[in-house]
């Protein structure tokens, strides 16, 4: 119930439909009866700098950012975490005192998710497909966390080169094309592959890059960063292998629940989180 002293959070991006953040925070402001509300705010193209005044005027406690502004959304911020700074992105704010602190939750959320299916990164090799605004995330993530190797394979040399001279300073980082030898000696020797491409998001569920998966170390854990569908092409096929592997919900739901936390100072049952965003996506496809 909403009421005079409701805290008011919510996210900032355009389009919004398809966002699964305000039912998955709702959902679990109402379970740990925190009276909190969460809304979301489509930010017209032009207007970022406006929506980050009006939120501070209006008293919000913290604001998730999407898709198109999480880059600029570095130019309103007073203070960055160091997270935030390597990816150059910002995904959450927490606003205090009139001041405005800019996160970037994906990569501990990332690395959240890895953890929860005991899955260790400490001295691993790692494949990440995809030069993106996800892959930055997860780039930092795992540096952070002492992987051995990070090798990042796309499709053009010109953004695989400006990605790792970003990460130089974290960890050993090193870049290929995609299907070129060096791509296919990691696909040999990594122990976790992460696509960090769009391909097989809805509604192209039954696209997948095109792995050679005969290749690829039969002990390795394959992610997908995708979350909807719940089971990509690219997982199916990694399974059919029989490779462990780890969907994009968990990131999802990590990257909320560290935002949750710094928001209301609550952490939150993120059981709660998963069983929302599971039931709607299967709901969504139920009706497709
Ligand atoms: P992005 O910034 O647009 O980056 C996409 C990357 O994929 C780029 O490197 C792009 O290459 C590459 N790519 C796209 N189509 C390709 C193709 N056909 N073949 C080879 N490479 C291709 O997108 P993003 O923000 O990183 O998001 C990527 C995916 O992660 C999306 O599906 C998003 O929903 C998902 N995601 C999930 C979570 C989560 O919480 N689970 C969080 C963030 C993102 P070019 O640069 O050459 O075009």
């Not at 209006?58 to 309103?76: A, H």
């Not at 005192?97 to 400490?122: C, Q």
Request: proline content about 4%.
């Amino acid at each position: 119930m909403v009421d005079g002293k409701t805290n008011l959070t919510g996210i900032f991006g355009y389009p919004l439909e398809h966002s699964m953040s305000p039912l998955m925070h709702n959902a679990c402001f109402l379970a740990h009866k925190l009276n909190y509300c969460y809304v979301p705010l489509r930010v017209k193209p032009g207007m970022l700098k406006d929506a980050v005044n009006a939120v501070k005027v209006l008293g919000f406690r913290g604001i998730n950012v999407t898709i198109p502004y999480k880059v600029e959304m570095l130019n309103y911020v007073d203070e960055l975490s160091h997270e935030a700074e390597y990816i150059g992105a910002v995904n959450t704010i927490v606003i205090e005192n009139n001041r405005i602190k800019g996160f970037n939750t994906d990569a501990p959320g990332f690395i959240a998710s890895l953890r929860a299916k005991s899955v260790e990164i400490k001295n691993k090799k790692v494949l990440v497909l995809g030069a993106g605004g996800a892959a930055r995330a997860v780039c930092c993530g795992l540096l952070t966390e002492n992987a051995k190797q990070v090798m990042v394979a796309a499709r053009n040399q010109k953004k695989i080169n400006e990605f790792v001279a970003r990460f130089l300073t974290l960890g050993n980082i090193t870049g290929c094309l995609l299907e070129s030898e060096e791509y296919l000696q990691s696909l040999q020797e990594c122990d976790i592959v992460v696509n960090c491409t769009p391909i097989g998001m809805f509604p192209h569920n039954s696209e997948c890059l095109p792995i050679p998966w005969n290749l690829i170390n039969t002990k390795a854990c394959v992610c997908d960063l995708v979350y909807n569908p719940l089971k990509t092409a690219f997982l199916s096929k990694a399974e059919e292998y029989g490779l462990k592997t780890i969907g994009g919900l968990g990131m999802l739901v990590y990257q909320g629940s560290i935002a949750f936390e710094m928001w209301t100072g609550v952490k939150p049952d993120n059981s709660i989180m998963l069983k929302t965003v599971e039931q709607e996506l299967l709901k969504q496809f139920a009706g497709t």
